[in-house]
């Protein structure tokens, strides 16, 4: 009997170059870099964020994304966990993230999930063609004092 084959393992420029990707996504949104953010996305993206929202466009989902973080306090994304895959059509990743969200009132909503990515490669580096957040956990912290 042979061996099932397993996912392609991508050689460690593209783990790098992937990693690098997904940790400017969540500097995009700290830093409110918004071109920063986009350039993070195809064009045509599918962003699924369940009931958060659902994006057909890296236009539409930076709108959004700015729209709801500009009035808000510091936020900090943190990226972790990353596991990346080849594919036929590029890659594939998953990371843990945990959002700390700071409101206008000092509370914070600290949101646990992960995102499961379909990445291409441009001629510009890596982009997220399609990505679904999968939300595990949301808590409201009070008012700092």
């Given at each position: 009997?042979?061996?099932?084959?397993?996912?392609?393992?991508?050689?460690?420029?593209?783990?790098?170059?992937?990693?690098?990707?997904?940790?400017?996504?969540?500097?995009?949104?700290?830093?409110?870099?918004?071109?920063?953010?986009?350039?993070?996305?195809?064009?045509?993206?599918?962003?699924?964020?369940?009931?958060?929202?659902?994006w057909q466009s890296a236009?539409?989902?930076?709108?959004?994304?700015?729209?709801?973080?500009?009035?808000?306090?510091?936020?900090?994304?943190?990226?972790?966990?990353?596991?990346?895959?080849?594919?036929?059509?590029?890659?594939?990743?998953?990371?843990?993230?945990?959002?700390?969200?700071?409101?206008?009132?000092?509370?914070?909503?600290?949101?646990?999930?992960?995102?499961?990515?379909?990445?291409?490669?441009?001629?510009?580096?890596?982009?997220?063609?399609?990505?679904?957040?999968?939300?595990?956990?949301?808590?409201?912290?009070?008012?700092?004092?």
């Amino acid at each position: 009997m042979g061996a099932v084959p397993g996912p392609a393992v991508p050689d460690n420029d593209v783990r790098d170059e992937v990693t690098d990707l997904l940790v400017r996504y969540a500097t995009g949104i700290d830093s409110r870099n918004w071109s920063l953010l986009r350039s993070c996305f195809t064009e045509d993206c599918d962003a699924d964020y369940g009931d958060i929202g659902h994006w057909q466009s890296a236009d539409e989902l930076t709108a959004w994304m700015s729209q709801t973080h500009d009035p808000l306090g510091p936020t900090l994304h943190r990226i972790t966990n990353i596991t990346v895959e080849g594919t036929s059509q590029g890659a594939r990743a998953r990371c843990y993230v945990h959002g700390i969200i700071t409101l206008p009132d000092r509370s914070a909503v600290h949101a646990f999930g992960y995102y499961d990515d379909e990445l291409v490669l441009r001629p510009e580096g890596w982009k997220i063609a399609a990505r679904r957040f999968t939300s595990v956990s949301t808590e409201l912290h009070p008012p700092m004092s």
